[in-house]
């Protein structure tokens, strides 16, 4: 029997704004990275045992956020339970590719990169980026590029889940009271994404 990628039903509440602003501009700036039709981001629901999508970039961005599978399955699956990195420069020759998966999101890759959202011993989740350049995926590298990237994201996802940003002053308040050490922690983090772009 197939199973589909179905509609979170009664999921968890939405990701904090300022999370999801993080998420998406991961997985805006993986997709640039390595030239890729497109990239996500899947974080791990360890009691439901399911990974959800929660930002994505390319193919698939109007009607995947949201979207859940389970967390057993396909490349995205094995990398979230094994903890390490992953690139399958052809998926019609992969026996862990998921096609099933695949197909239920309206877009099957000849190619991707995967890479675990890490943080001490736990996995948050994964960062797949489909269908690379065939420059951006030519070797160890490259993968080491996209485990960094994704490291630096598990670090400013877990910033802002456990410290979450203040709401924003009311207008009485003053204008110039200072970031909180999330915000900062955070737009250290963004500033070093940057400059592996410059590299």
């Given at each position: 029997m197939t199973q589909t990628i179905a509609p979170v039903v009664n999921a968890a509440p939405r990701p904090h704004p300022a999370v999801a602003e993080l998420?998406?501009?991961v997985v805006d700036t993986a997709r640039a990275i390595?030239?890729?039709?497109?990239?996500?981001?899947?974080?791990l629901d360890t009691a439901a045992g399911e990974?959800?999508?929660e930002a994505v970039s390319g193919q698939g961005q109007e009607f995947l956020v949201g979207r859940r599978f389970p967390?057993?399955?396909?490349?995205?699956?094995w990398v979230a339970a094994s903890g390490e990195p992953m690139v399958v420069d052809d998926l019609h020759e992969s026996a862990a590719f998921d096609r099933d998966i695949a197909e239920s999101t309206g877009y099957v890759p000849d190619a991707l990169m995967a890479a675990p959202l890490v943080r001490g011993?736990?996995?948050?989740?994964v960062l797949e980026v489909l269908d690379p350049s065939p420059q951006a995926r030519s070797g160890l590298p490259e993968l080491d590029l996209l485990g960094l990237f994704?490291?630096?994201a598990a670090v400013a996802l877990h910033v802002l889940t456990t410290h979450p940003p203040r709401p924003a002053p009311e207008p009485a308040s003053t204008?110039?009271?200072?970031?909180?050490?999330?915000?900062?922690?955070?737009l250290d983090l963004l500033a070093q994404a940057r400059r592996l772009l410059e590299e």
């Open positions: 998420l998406q501009s390595f030239g890729a039709q497109a990239s996500s981001v899947m974080l990974l959800a999508f967390a057993g399955r396909g490349i995205a699956g011993d736990r996995v948050l989740g994704a490291r630096q204008p110039d009271a200072p970031d909180g050490p999330s915000r900062t922690e955070l």
